[in-house]
């Protein structure tokens, strides 16, 4: 996870910032960085990373943001909610279960009293195309959802 979320962007921007013009460059974090706090969470929330995965996702962020402000790089760092629609791996929460209840199989599952915070994917298609055609959110964190939290037994 280090590898491929902390040192690949960390190159990753370096290489633009010291080679390329570009206008606006989005890095896809996560709503996972805000630990098990209640959502939805708006984005002066603090973070709380609770696993090695959101952990590095915030790292992450960290060095955009110093790139941000150091060389004014223009990024947007977006924070989308649990994204679902078709095609999805069937390892996420919705497509499993949705597979396994079509095919009248049991689906074992806690009493899905956690809430969360869902999004489809073209709704988040829809925002990023509206990030990508203005100025608005440059050297900005924006998170991306429903701002519904729904339970998952619901």
Not at 10 to 16: A, C, V, Y
Not at 42 to 54: A, I, M, R
Not at 62 to 78: C, E, G, L, R, S
Request: charged share 25%; proline share 3%; hydrophobic share 40%.
């Amino acid at each position: 996870m280090y590898e491929a979320n902390v040192k690949v962007l960390k190159d990753t921007l370096q290489f633009l910032q010291e080679n390329q013009k570009i206008k606006k460059f989005i890095y896809f974090s996560t709503c996972e960085i805000y630990g098990d706090s209640v959502q939805p969470s708006t984005e002066s929330d603090n973070v709380n990373p609770v696993t090695l995965y959101s952990l590095t996702k915030s790292m992450a962020e960290n060095i955009v943001k110093y790139y941000m402000n150091v060389f004014d790089f223009p990024a947007t760092i977006v924070r989308p909610a649990l994204v679902y629609g078709k095609g999805q791996s069937n390892r996420f929460f919705i497509p499993q279960a949705i597979n396994r209840l079509l095919n009248g199989e049991d689906f074992d599952m806690t009493k899905g009293d956690q809430a969360r915070d869902f999004i489809h994917i073209s709704d988040l298609l829809d925002a990023l195309l509206k990030i990508i055609n203005t100025d608005t959110f440059v050297k900005d964190v924006v998170n991306i959802s429903s701002n519904c939290e729904i339970k998952l037994r619901d």
